[in-house]
């Protein structure tokens, strides 16, 4: 099916199913857009990451940012005294770089004692489970089934394989699951170092949007803009102390982190975020009474204490989970850390849901299916879910990257590349702009964070 067709498809079954149970909360409108089974955004385009993609990250700027991860780990595992298995997981691998250059990196710098490596790979999409596969060196015969038309959503783990790492010739044994919740703990936790990773995981994950009125905080849901449709029918009331020019003008996320998601030899000129436009066919209204989601977040530490009327407040109760699944799962591991990398702040901004399709930003109601849609990560969200349930967890950040990576040496790491008495100026100019996109603070050096839960009170590089 094309993405046209996709897009025409998903968009039919959001009004029907606005139409029959009244108008969508915005964290619903993510997930059909996202991950519906058979028109969502990650199920159904191919080229999703880089620069043939929607949208770039840093493991497509550089590979050095993926052996300072692999370096970072080779670190803890040292600390946690050097176990006989090391056991990796990522939540939402993308092209499968990431992993398999910090397992290579790992392998690697481990090759005397050689620890047995284990990889487990959370994935939703189909399309790139293969892609996965190929980058981690599996063998094609492990994938014989058709991304369009497989479920791969009954089996837990849907697919396992033997890799084989391209640099080191490691062959780690390699699974995927859909779930983080079918992850299972290692057979002998006390002589296995577990590490988790979820770079750019949470960013995708669905938010819930509330505003503040003078009656209190009422939920923004997603309704038909249908002139001709009844708002009754839709069970929507604009009326709840609200400008409707105010709410028809997001959408359009924030504008100054659209320059982060730009390529890393564009020339840097910050893009403009879309125009507010009123002629979708999807819009936000407000719901006209509390939702069980607006009063759930006066039991959150949301930290709302600057907001007056008007503002805008957004909550992931999916990222609070999962983080609550991952300080459960590290408790269980012993030795075990895990390390989050995502664009955010320690505290809500307000509204940043923002939609890409073609390394530009557009508007998250054009064409739903057929664009990235992602929001800011509230790190105060991930420490409250991890601690809730793990509270002898020891937490380090959130830092920036910049700072992340050059206590990790990266600026080190990109001298000697630079060094090479064989490169070209070509390449010495893409690696000193991939370090400056990596690094600097008006690209993603500032933009994204850095923190890891562990379950040792060692200080840990990288955050000292």
């Not at 750019?200 to 949007?209: G, M, R």
């Not at 039991?299 to 008007?310: A, Q």
């Not at 073609?358 to 109601?365: L, S, T």
Request: contains cysteine.
């Amino acid at each position: 099916m094309s993405t046209s067709k996709h897009a025409a498809a998903l968009l039919a079954h959001l009004r029907a199913r606005i139409k029959i149970s009244g108008p969508l909360s915005v964290a619903d409108y993510m997930r059909e857009a996202i991950l519906n089974p058979a028109s969502g955004y990650y199920v159904s385009k191919q080229n999703t990451v880089g620069e043939q993609g929607d949208f770039i990250t840093s493991p497509e700027v550089s590979p050095v940012f993926s052996e300072m991860l692999g370096v970072w780990s080779v670190m803890r595992w040292q600390q946690h005294g050097q176990p006989n298995s090391i056991n990796l997981i990522e939540l939402g691998p993308g092209t499968g770089n990431l992993m398999a250059t910090v397992a290579e990196t790992i392998a690697r710098l481990t090759a005397q004692q050689a620890p047995d490596i284990n990889i487990t790979l959370v994935e939703a999409s189909p399309l790139l489970v293969k892609q996965q596969g190929e980058r981690l060196g599996c063998s094609a015969n492990d994938f014989g089934f058709d991304p369009e038309t497989t479920d791969l959503s009954t089996k837990a783990p849907f697919l396992s394989s033997k890799g084989k790492l391209a640099a080191t010739g490691a062959t780690p044994h390699v699974q995927w699951m859909r779930h983080f919740d079918d992850v299972p703990v290692p057979p002998d936790p006390e002589n296995t170092f577990s590490c988790i990773f979820a770079h750019e995981f949470f960013d995708a994950l669905p938010v819930h949007q509330f505003r503040l009125t003078k009656d209190g905080w009422r939920e923004q849901l997603v309704a038909l803009n249908d002139p001709e449709t009844d708002d009754e029918v839709q069970g929507s009331n604009d009326s709840a102390n609200c400008n409707k020019d105010e709410i028809a003008t997001q959408g359009t996320g924030d504008a100054d982190v659209v320059q982060q998601q730009t390529s890393a030899d564009q020339s840097g000129d910050e893009k403009k975020a879309p125009s507010p436009a009123l002629d979708f066919p999807l819009r936000l209204t407000l719901a006209p009474e509390p939702t069980a989601f607006s009063k759930a977040i006066s039991n959150l530490p949301l930290f709302l204490n600057t907001k007056k009327e008007g503002d805008v407040v957004e909550v992931s109760y999916d990222s609070v989970a999962i983080a609550s699944k991952i300080g459960k799962y590290l408790t269980q591991c012993k030795n075990a850390d895990a390390l989050i990398v995502d664009y955010g702040e320690e505290a809500h901004r307000g509204d940043t849901l923002r939609a890409f399709r073609d390394n530009k930003q557009v508007h998250v109601f054009d064409a739903p299916g057929t664009a990235d849609i992602t929001a800011d990560v509230d790190f105060n969200c991930l420490l409250f879910g991890a601690l809730r349930v793990a509270r002898s967890l020891h937490v380090n950040g959130p830092v920036e990257q910049r700072h992340f990576l050059q206590r990790l040496g990266i600026e080190q790491r990109f001298a000697k590349l630079m060094a090479n008495s064989n490169i070209s100026a070509e390449d010495l100019g893409l690696l000193r702009r991939q370090l400056d996109f990596l690094t600097s603070p008006t690209a993603m050096g500032s933009r994204f964070k850095v923190i890891n839960f562990s379950t040792i009170s060692d200080a840990t590089h990288g955050f000292m």
